[in-house]
């Protein structure tokens, strides 16, 4: 890593301290002014955080940079804890022991989301990790809304491969959904992930309403303005000045770098069995 990277590094960590310090003071200021004793059911009743679901490796990092420029919003884009492994037990036992995760993504997220809401902030994280948690936070926050980010599968499936996913070696293998059919390989398991988890979320759609869940076409995020306005208007809230919105697209952040490719070759046939709600996405595209 480059000295100026290490040094810039160092610079947003210790920024980010001083932050977090002044937001701490602001949080317990904040406290001493309202009735402790009501504060978990008041937050529960009347926080309005927004949770992105994704199957990651999709834009939400750019997403949580775009979010960061605005003072309203508390964007947590790899929170502690990050549920890695939970995820995909919430994945397993989202409807057979809905208490069960409802307690575990609660324990993590509670006293995140106060915090946020005791500084007048709207908490939005963008960790892929709380998608299959979707059901549980809607029922724990009856105000919360959601954000359904997704990208192209080719684009998705080249990266897992390029970072080796379901290979056994790869930490985050720990908590990633795995399909029945052992004998698939790594495209085709990558490729049935990103079904999988989007097949998810459309199911969670179709139980809420369509004002809860505002869907957005990664391509777009990258590449148009407007589409980050747009989430700012879903959010109801002010979005940054054109200028700053196009200055972030204009650099990629995250992005997969060429040497690290394995040269896959993703066909339509492995899209078709694979990946067949591409279609409902990307129709002619």
Not at 23 to 44: F, G, P
Not at 185 to 209: M, P, Y
Not at 222 to 250: G, N, T
Request: glycine share 2%.
């Amino acid at each position: 890593m480059k000295i100026s990277k290490v040094l810039k590094k160092i610079y947003n960590t210790n920024v980010d301290l001083f932050r977090r310090l002044w937001e701490q003071s602001c949080i317990h200021r904040r406290a001493r002014e309202i009735d402790i004793t009501n504060l978990y059911n008041e937050v529960h009743q009347h926080a309005a955080p927004c949770f992105v679901l994704s199957t990651g490796r999709c834009g939400t990092k750019l997403l949580t940079e775009i979010l960061q420029k605005s003072t309203d919003i508390d964007p947590v884009h790899v929170p502690t804890p990050e549920l890695t492994y939970y995820s995909e037990v919430a994945y397993r036992k989202a409807h057979s022991d809905p208490d069960l995760i409802n307690k575990i993504v609660d324990t993590a997220r509670y006293e995140q989301i106060r915090d946020a809401w005791l500084l007048q902030k709207k908490y939005v994280e963008t960790n892929n990790r709380i998608t299959f948690f979707c059901h549980a936070l809607a029922d724990l926050y009856p105000n919360s809304t959601f954000i359904h980010l997704v990208r192209k599968p080719e684009e998705f499936i080249t990266s897992g491969l390029a970072r080796n996913w379901y290979s056994g070696s790869v930490l985050h293998d720990e908590g990633r959904i795995t399909p029945e059919d052992k004998e698939l390989n790594q495209a085709e398991k990558i490729a049935w992930l990103w079904n999988e988890t989007n097949s998810f979320i459309e199911e969670f759609k179709e139980v809420h309403s369509s004002d809860r869940v505002f869907t957005v076409l990664s391509e777009d995020l990258f590449k148009l303005v407007e589409a980050s306005q747009q989430i700012f208007e879903y959010l109801s809230l002010e979005p940054p000045k054109r200028s700053i919105l196009r200055k972030l697209i204009a650099k990629p952040i995250n992005q997969q770098s060429k040497e690290n490719s394995l040269g896959e070759t993703i066909t339509w046939k492995l899209l078709e069995k694979y990946a067949p709600l591409r279609s409902h996405y990307f129709n002619g595209h």
